[in-house]
């Protein structure tokens, strides 16, 4: 047996010194009697008293109350096995993390909405496994893939440009991190998914023959594309996050980045998946969320867990009976008087 709030137990305490107080009471009433009748003049009156109906009204109350007592601290008795299995899919999300994504032709910026749209995909989950890989002129991996939303939002919130020591973007990095993950974890018949976020600035050497290989292994790969055709300058803030300037080039012209719709299309073409575009602060991932339901789930985990069933119930319905005794027991008899 468990309980569920056993600190309720704690007023059982009390139960002693209600009949205490209750026997406490009687001997002051019985004291007060001798002292202004005598005994047959009691007798007399206390004729169709009946001494045991009173206990019992008693003891029906104080037990009624023990009940009450046990039942409010939520008594489980017993084991109901049950078997949970974890199904779903592997989706490794890849996250640009180069300054370009900074610049806010989509508001507030390319990576704060990259990073909304991924916490978005996080509370659409239940039970598949999800990791995050960062990336620039190198790629890490962020999370490692897992079942742990709340971990993973946590390693999604710090992600911020500042933390690449590589400028750039190098696709073929991040899809090689990809496939050491999915290389790492057991596939067990679940579909293998690649979200890859970022503007299409890729900076970094071919990345055909990698993007291959990750097809070869069955992963689908869908790509996000964040930022505008007309693009706009990247900003610099400093430690206050005050903006102090855009990034310029060697020439000092103001450097402005494009979001390369056709890269990120190819990549999700030749990866079988699809290509989403965001342009502006309104477009979201929604029909990817779609995709997702079409894919293959496969087993993660199968585990038995034992449950206590509340037993509660039964004690607040003996209590119940108790306590209607207990108002409603007789404590006076009518007796014949003999003439």
Sequence with gaps: MIWENSSY???LLLLPVLYALY???RLQQRKKREKLFDDRLINQLRKNFWSTGDKVRMFSILAALLFFIIALAGPKIGTEVREI???GLNIMVALDLSRSMNAEDVRPSRL???KFEVNRLVNRLAGDRIGLIVFSGEAYVQAPITTDYSALRLFLDVANTDQMPVPGSNFQSAM???????????RQNASNVLLFIGDGENHGPDYDETLDQLTERGVTVFTVGIGTTEGGPIPIYDEQGRMTGYHRDRQSNTVTT????NTMRRIANSGGGEFYAIRSGSDNIEPFFARLDE??????SSQEYADYENRYQILLMIGLILFVIGLF?????NRNSDN
């Design 112 to 114: 704060d909405k990259a």
């Design 258 to 261: 494009r979001l390369e719709e």
């Design 176 to 186: 090689e991190r990809a496939i050491e993950v999915f290389d790492s974890v057991e």
């Design 329 to 333: 027991f007789p404590d006076h008899l």
């Design 295 to 300: 894919l293959e789930r496969g087993e993660f």
């Design 23 to 25: 026997y406490w009471f």
């Design 9 to 11: 137990l704690w007023f």
């Design 85 to 87: 299995q974890r199904s």
